[in-house]
């Protein structure tokens, strides 16, 4: 039970409890168990990441640095965009942060003040809208629509949600939890929309280059041009397997990186040199191995998806990007019961649906990032729990 304390902040106070996080608390550590509830898999760092911090960890670079990432960090990014998105972008672009998370902390406080509204799609990782409401902004849904097992945007609804108090659209694509990948149509759609109405675009594309149709997913740098007000956030958790790194970084307009500084400054004042070493060495040197692991997730991906339909009793699709299967399983209207019924039943953790808002709640995520045998393992165990229920 949660007491709250008159004499803490009723912003504070009003944040909730993680929906995810609840399942994995009730069940971590036990024995036989498959975690497929949080977005991360099984590797570990690459060494050719943590050598290179090591490295510079012995070597005593331990002191305060730049507060916006060393520039040496800033111009590995930069080439990272130009390999992966031929960008035309400066270091004035590039601000490293403690994490994907904080970048779109950052991204909302620099756009949106108390009372303005930020609009997202939904379902969604719960982080993003908490992180609005924790700003004391409102983040107002919009629900895509689930049609044959896909996931479908209706810019219309988009816009029939701004009001005088939009300041902001979220858009996460490829979508955690849905899959849902944005094509060049849906984001030239949602540009001019943002154009027409005057609002920023947060752009989330942490998941990028896991996209299962191409080399790597559409983006905004696809159809932008250098005036538009979007601010990317990224993060080296997913690409590289350093989720428990904290480190990731934003991009946007020069205008604002005083603003952005400032707020880096004011809540963690910057990244460890030591560990910025090592995201140099996983940009620069871990092309490899991100295609490797989008090959193995893909590989992961067919297994478990192909094993939840051959149930009969499941509504899903492979999805085109990211690292989530987002299932629907006949009968089942509480996931958030399912989820503790299956990891009782079965020892296979998933994140329930109520936990990614409107649109979410008869489905269950499962992260797919695994050795292929283990996932078989977790679709073995799943299939049978699906067939008898």
């Known amino acids: 039970m949660t007491i709250i304390r008159p004499d803490i902040s009723a912003r504070a106070a009003a944040a909730p409890r993680s929906g995810i996080g609840e399942i994995v608390t009730y069940a971590r550590g036990r024995d036989n168990l498959m975690p497929l509830w949080i977005g991360e898999g099984d590797l570990p760092t690459p060494d050719f990441i943590t050598r290179a911090a090591s490295d510079a960890l012995l070597a005593g670079e331990t002191f305060y640095t730049w507060t916006q990432g060393i520039p040496e960090l800033r111009e590995a990014i930069l080439r990272y965009y130009q390999r992966h998105y031929s960008a035309d972008l400066s270091v004035d672009n590039i601000y490293v942060t403690g994490s994907g998370m904080q970048s779109i902390v950052l991204a909302i406080q620099t756009v949106a003040s108390a009372g303005d509204e930020v609009i997202y799609l939904s379902p969604a990782w719960p982080n993003a809208a908490h992180a609005a409401s924790v700003s004391e902004a409102k983040a ?32 996460n694509t490829p979508s955690n939890p849905t899959g849902w990948t944005a094509t060049k149509d849906d984001l030239e759609a949602i540009l001019s929309l943002a154009r027409r109405h005057g609002l920023w675009i947060i752009a989330d594309e942490i998941y990028g280059l896991y996209y299962f149709e191409g080399t790597r997913a559409p983006s905004f740098m696809d159809v932008m041009d250098a005036e538009d007000r979007i ?159």
Do not use: H
């Open 140 to 171: 107002v849904p919009v629900v895509l629509d689930f049609i044959d097992g896909r996931w479908v945007l209706d810019a219309g609804r988009l816009e029939a949600a701004i009001t005088p108090k939009t300041r902001a659209l979220f858009i």
């Open 231 to 389: 601010i990317f956030a990224n993060s080296f958790s997913k690409n590289w397997c350093m989720t428990g790194w904290r480190i990731g970084w934003v991009v946007a307009p020069a205008e604002i990186g005083q603003t952005l500084t400032n707020l880096i400054q004011y809540s963690t004042s910057g990244v460890a040199q030591f560990m910025q070493k090592g995201a140099i060495a996983a940009l620069d040197l871990g092309d490899e191995f991100i295609r490797s692991n989008v090959e193995r997730a893909r590989t992961s991906r067919d297994i478990l998806c192909d094993a939840l339909v051959a149930t009969n009793r499941v509504e899903t699709r492979k999805p085109e990007g990211a690292l989530y299967a987002f299932l629907k399983i006949d009968g089942v209207t509480d996931s958030r019961a399912e989820a503790f019924r299956i990891v009782d039943e079965t020892g296979v953790g998933m994140a329930p649906g109520t936990a990614f808002g409107p649109g979410g709640a008869p489905f269950m995520r499962a992260c797919f990032l695994r050795d292929p045998k283990q996932i078989e393992d977790a679709a073995e165990r799943l299939f049978a729990y699906i067939r008898r229920r």
